[in-house]
């Protein structure tokens, strides 16, 4: 697996990530989130070709290559892992678009969100 989303992405989905993933290895759940799968993102471990694109569009810096994991995140690369181990319980990601096709303006974090989210989630 090239590059991992971690929890940091958790009730975030800014979808930056998917707006430029040149292969649409991105997945998020189809239906409803569980205690294993949370409303996050994920990247398909097998299909990510670790272009890095991902990785600085993630206002929530919730994006890490998997050899810069920090420890706090390791048990994400399973949770990642399982848009492939159980594909049909997701989809490839999509942009928000509007009724003419137009994407959606997004709300950008702010310093302190950003920080306040790594601080929950125990991030360095």
């Given at each position: ?73 390791s ?38 969100e ?11």
């Amino acid at each position: 697996m090239a590059y991992i989303i971690t929890r940091l992405c958790i009730d975030c989905l800014d979808r930056g990530c998917v707006e430029v993933c040149p292969v649409n290895c991105i997945y998020q759940q189809n239906g409803p989130a569980t205690a294993d799968r949370p409303n996050m993102l994920y990247i398909h471990p097998t299909e990510c070709i670790s272009c890095s694109a991902c990785e600085p569009e993630c206002p929530w810096k919730a994006i890490y290559e998997d050899r810069e994991l920090p420890a706090v995140f390791s048990e994400d690369t399973a949770v990642n892992a399982q848009c492939e181990q159980q594909p049909a319980a997701f989809v490839v990601a999509q942009v928000q678009r509007d009724a003419e096709g137009r994407l959606l303006p997004k709300r950008r974090p702010t310093t302190e969100e950003v920080s306040a989210n790594r601080a929950k989630w125990g991030a360095p």
